[in-house]
Structure formats: C-alpha cells, structure tokens
C-alpha cells in the first residue's frame, strides 16, 4: 500500500493537485485526521511494507450518520475525490459514500486474498505468497530431516489462492481450499500407497469447508499413528518489503487511479488484466468475486 500511496502523491503533485492523507481510514476521515502530503512525505516508503497511514476497521462508517461526518470533514479541507486502497469493504464503503454524499472515489485493489475481480492480482498478493513458499521451503528441510508430516495453513477464508500457488511453487503433496470439497478419505488412501506416510507438506486455507490445519492434522495422526506438525502462517503473510513485482503493480494503480479521477472517472477500481490497466465498476468487484484457477489444482495433483 505504501507503494501505491507513493505513487497516488507524486502523480497528484506532478499534475497540480493538492494530495492529503486520511489517517486509520474510514475512521481518521470521521475524526478529521486529514494532512497534507507532498513530495518528502513519501519518499522512502516505497520499499516498507503496510500503510504510513495506517488503517482501521469503522463501525462508525457504516452508519449514515458517521458517513455524513466524514463528508463534512473532507469537504472542509476542500477534498473532491479518494483513491481508496483495500478489498470488498472499503470499496462497499467508497461506494455508499459516493451515493449518498457524491464524493467521486476510485478504487486500488489492496488485499493478499488476490479475490476481487477486475484484475489480476492485487497489491500485496506476491508479496504475501513469496513469504509463505520461503517459510514453506524451510519447513520442507525439518520435514525430510526428521520424517514428519507438516499441515501448514495460509490465509484465505474464502479464497484459495493463495493456497494454490504456495503449494504448486512448494511441491506440496496436497493443496485444501475454501472453493473445493475435501475429500479426507481420499486423501488417505492415497497416503496408503507409501510405506511410511510421512515427510510430507499439505497446505490448507485457513476457510477450508473440512477444517484448518489443526484439524486435519489430528485426523491424520489418528488414521495412521504418525508425528505430524501444525504451522499456521497467519499474518506473517501480511508483511515485509514487497516484492519487485508488487511495487510496480502498486505503483502502476495508484498512478492510475489519480489519473481516472482527473478524467472525471469514479466508482470503479483501477487494476491490471493481461498486463494493462483496467477499470471496472467497484460494485462488480465484490459481486462477481474472482475464481480460482482449476487447473492448477489438477497439475498440482498430477504431480505431487
């Protein structure tokens, strides 16, 4: 988000606009934590991992009352348009806001799930599953070393991608997300076909419809009497200096969703689909909901 927010105030300045800054989000917008950002104020953040900003969930927001304080405080300091960097909630917010008080907002897709639609990946999503395949790799080596089966759970309550590509880039032997019934019994019995089941890597999301790594690993250790180990990734996944790749992509958005709002642009999400920039309207962001990729799954069974 950093990369994004960098290159949201640089592109601003550079056409004349005077760029601000909301603190803690939606609620820093009702309580008038608002400043102004030029040029030094972001420099250097472009490799930190996060929001200078910082951010908060708003119960307060959800409120027309709350919305309607927030207007106020954005019209006070001459606000006309928000680049709004998160995921379904914050772009449902964007949306309502806009409707009811007309401020012109553009979104950037700004969560590791990689689940909204409209692009192709979104900001934070490298990065999160190159810091899940590092710590995998290194599970791997305790895993030959001393003959143990490790379930390891990623994020992603109702989205496996992260799930998918940690386990194809890992060599995981089994790969459970939320879009897929797991079949257990299955996966058991083609743990029979080993002498000893054991020295294996499965990755589990953690909104599995069969359970999380937990679960599965004491399901596991009873049906064959093996040592088994839970790692849950958790937020470890959510930090860190991004990636190249992440970078570029938040730099390319956030550049671009200033560019839609001084082109008279709003209530749609700027991403990147095939290499270019693209807008769609925020609404189908969160109704349409990116899918999975099948096919990786099935290559991932192929090989394991």
């Known amino acids: 988000m950093n990369a994004c927010l960098r290159a949201a105030v640089r592109y601003g300045l550079a056409h004349d606009v005077e760029m601000y800054g909301v603190e803690n989000g939606y609620q820093g917008m009702i309580e008038g934590r608002i400043r102004p950002l030029g040029h030094e104020d972001v420099s250097g953040i472009i490799a930190r991992g996060g929001t200078i900003l910082g951010t908060a969930r708003s119960k307060d927001f959800m409120t027309p009352e709350g919305r309607a304080r927030a207007a106020e405080q954005l019209r006070s300091h001459g606000i006309e348009g928000l680049v709004a960097c998160g995921g379904d909630g914050t772009f449902t917010g964007a949306t309502v806001f806009a409707e009811e008080h007309g401020i012109r907002a553009v979104g950037t897709p ?35 070393s001393h003959g143990r089966t490790f379930f390891v759970e990623v994020m992603g309550r109702h989205a496996g ?31 029979e076909e080993f002498d000893h089941p054991k020295r294996h890597i499965f990755i589990i999301s953690e909104g599995d419809e069969y359970g999380n790594a937990q679960k599965f690993a004491e399901d596991f ?14 937020h470890i996944q959510r930090g860190g200096s991004p990636t190249a790749r992440d970078r570029i992509l938040a730099t390319r958005l956030g550049a671009s969703a200033v560019q839609a709002l001084l082109d008279g642009e709003h209530g749609v999400m700027a991403g990147e689909v095939n290499g270019e920039i693209a807008f769609t309207p925020m ?6 909901k990116a899918q999975i990729n099948r096919g990786l799954l099935e290559l991932a069974e192929l090989l394991r």
């Open 110 to 144: 700004g969560t590791i799930d990689n689940d909204l639609y409209g692009t192709d990946l979104t900001i934070g999503y490298d990065t999160a599953i190159n810091t899940a395949m590092e710590a995998v790799d290194k599970l791997r080596d305790t895993a030959e």
């Open 161 to 191: 991608f992260i799930a998918i590509d940690v386990g194809l880039a890992t060599g995981a032997e089994f790969i459970a997300v939320p879009e897929t019934p797991t079949n257990f019994d299955a996966l058991c019995r083609y743990m």
């Open 221 to 234: 250790k009873a049906r064959f009497n093996v040592d088994t180990r839970v790692t849950v990734l958790g």
């Open 283 to 288: 609404r189908q962001t969160w109704e349409r």
